[in-house]
């Protein structure tokens, strides 16, 4: 009996911790999701060009330009819910490099052939090995980087318009750092 009531009283515990838990989190943006980067210096790039594979780009390549890093892939789902926002943002003058994450080159230009590439121009992470750095775990994820490679914002999951809006161009056309 003893044992039961016990069992019960672990349950009902359990229970309210849960619902605590769910009812503090609740209407919070889980994508927002703090990173470690924001206001340092961008971690170091050096991979190769996905249309020139022979030629790799770093952040020194990128220095001097506020730009918007877009993390997708051929197999994310969820990148092509975002790519029309991409496009929009990039069609507005908006510097978007894309980082194409564990993917193949080949994989990769049949999506852009499909879909339409907005990106000023795209590196190739096929193994994944340095997005480590940068906090990467997924795609579609999307960082905005300083004239001077600092990083800015970071975004976990597809983008929306608000996002652009509210978040992104802000930050771009606000900061001394503007890039139109």
Not at 29 to 40: E, Q, R, V, W, Y
Request: hydrophobic share 45%.
């Amino acid at each position: 009996m003893m044992s039961r009531l016990l069992h019960l009283l672990a349950f009902i515990a359990l229970a309210v911790l849960l619902f605590v838990g769910v009812r503090m989190n609740s209407g919070k943006d889980t994508s927002a999701i703090p990173s470690p980067l924001i206001g340092k210096q961008a971690p170091a790039l050096n991979l190769p060009e996905l249309n020139m594979p022979q030629q790799s780009i770093g952040l020194q390549d990128l220095k001097g330009r506020a730009f918007v890093l877009n993390i997708w892939g051929s197999w994310c789902v969820s990148c092509r819910i975002e790519h029309p926002i991409i496009t929009e943002m990039a069609k507005s003058g908006v510097i978007v490099v894309g980082y194409n994450y564990k993917d193949s080159a080949e994989d990769a230009r049949a999506w852009l052939n499909q879909f339409g590439n907005p990106y000023a121009l795209i590196i190739q992470d096929e193994d994944g090995k340095a997005a480590l750095d940068w906090g990467i775990y997924g795609a579609p994820e999307t960082f905005v980087i300083d004239a001077q490679g600092i990083v800015r914002f970071k975004h976990v999951g597809p983008i929306t318009s608000e996002i652009v809006q509210n978040k992104i161009l802000p930050l771009l056309k606000d900061a001394p750092w503007k890039i139109y």
